[in-house]
T-cell receptor, first 110, second 114 residues
Framework: EDQVTQSPEALRLQEGESSSLNCSYTVSGLRGLFWYRQDPGKGPEFLFTLYSAGEEKEKERLKATLTKKESFLHITAPKPEDSATYLCAAPSGSARQLTFGSGTQLTVLP | NAGVTQTPKFQVLKTGQSMTLQCAQDMNHNSMYWYRQDPGMGLRLIYYSASEGTTDKGEVPNGYNVSRLNKREFSLRLESAAPSQTSVYFC?????????????FGSGTQLSVL
């Protein structure tokens, strides 16, 4: 069974304190690993897609990396506005059926 | 603003009542989706429509029906609401529905079934 597992469930950081979020997956024939950001009361917003082990993508203070079994979302010198829930997802079974992880709720304190 | 619009934003139903959640996108996307989000369980696909005139079941379709009214609109209907359907519902769209395509989500409908 395809699974996407995120850890930790919640993370509190001080402003400027760098850290990483983890997404491990067991999906056969990976066709992309997605990261989304979700603010309270809103829908998820696309951040990155990674396709192959070793690939990295960056956006502002965020950098996503991918290995054969997991992906990391590195947050460098976070700011309070980076507080959100970060979701990862991978296509499984039908190409249109994304399996989402349950998310990491990030809080950055000023 | 261009994007995906869902109505209503909030709804409270009694067990057994019916309702329809509406979704419209103005991105000229071909594919549309309905997800539900429950605490600790992540987003789960209810139904999707790869293109106008087609619909398919996702992971959790029981208790729901959908209609792809035209290219812009995709509605989700609860015929007889149950407390287990209390959730936040998200509509999403994508250009072609290929595996590596990003989804554009609406802002969600929070549904409580008493």
């Amino acid at each position: 069974e395809d699974q996407v597992t995120q850890s930790p469930e919640a993370l509190r950081l001080q402003e400027g304190e760098s850290s990483s979020l983890n997404c491990s997956y067991t999906v056969s024939g990976l066709r992309g690993l997605f990261w989304y950001r979700q603010d309270p009361g809103k829908g998820p917003e696309f951040l990155f897609t990674l396709y192959s082990a070793g690939e990295e993508k960056e956006k502002e203070r965020l950098k996503a990396t991918l290995t054969k079994k997991e992906s990391f979302l590195h947050i460098t010198a976070p700011k309070p506005e980076d507080s959100a829930t970060y979701l990862c997802a991978a296509p499984s079974g039908s190409a249109r059926q994304l399996t989402f992880g349950s998310g990491t709720q990030l809080t950055v304190l000023p | 603003n261009a994007g995906v619009t869902q109505t209503p934003k909030f709804q409270v139903l009694k067990t057994g009542q019916s309702m329809t959640l509406q979704c419209a996108q103005d991105m000229n996307h071909n594919s549309m989706y309905w997800y539900r989000q429950d605490p600790g369980m992540g987003l789960r696909l209810i139904y999707y429509s790869a293109s106008e005139g087609t619909t398919d079941k996702g992971e959790v379709p029981n208790g729901y029906n959908v209609s792809r009214l035209n290219k812009r609109e995709f509605s989700l209907r609860l015929e007889s609401a149950a407390p287990s359907q209390t959730s936040v519902y998200f509509c999403a769209s994508s250009e072609d529905g290929v595996p590596d395509e990003k989804l554009l989500f609406g802002s969600g409908t929070q549904l409580s079934v008493l």
